[in-house]
């Protein structure tokens, strides 16, 4: 198992947000919250990966699957040359299946 380096990131909020954040829940479940959040946006962003974005919020790929669906965000992108490819990859099989 490898261990990740970590690094103190501060922040400064206007007290009314920290105040509204301590209204919510335990310290705790705002720093998940917050780390969640991060994560969508960085891999939104592309400057992290699926994985590293699982890592970074500790839930499974599939959780975090799902909560970049619950944001209406795709975690996989399928674009015109990946549709192009596959559908050359049919027809190729297809032949090879008749032969």
């Known amino acids: 198992m490898t261990t990740t380096k970590t690094e103190r990131v501060e922040i400064e ?6 105040f509204a954040m301590r209204g919510l829940q335990k310290p705790e479940e ?8 991060l994560a969508i946006f960085l891999f939104q962003e592309r400057a992290i990966s699926l994985g590293k974005a ?10 975090f699957i799902e ?4 944001h209406g965000i795709p975690a996989y992108e399928y674009g015109d040359e990946d549709f192009v490819r ?8 297809r032949e090879m299946v008749e032969k």
């Open 86 to 93: 596959d559908q050359q990859m049919i027809v190729e099989y």
């Open 54 to 63: 699982t890592e970074l919020t500790k839930m499974s790929r599939v959780r």
């Open 67 to 70: 909560v970049l669906k619950e």
């Open 13 to 18: 909020l206007p007290r009314d947000i920290i």
């Open 30 to 37: 705002v720093k998940k919250k917050l780390k969640i959040a």
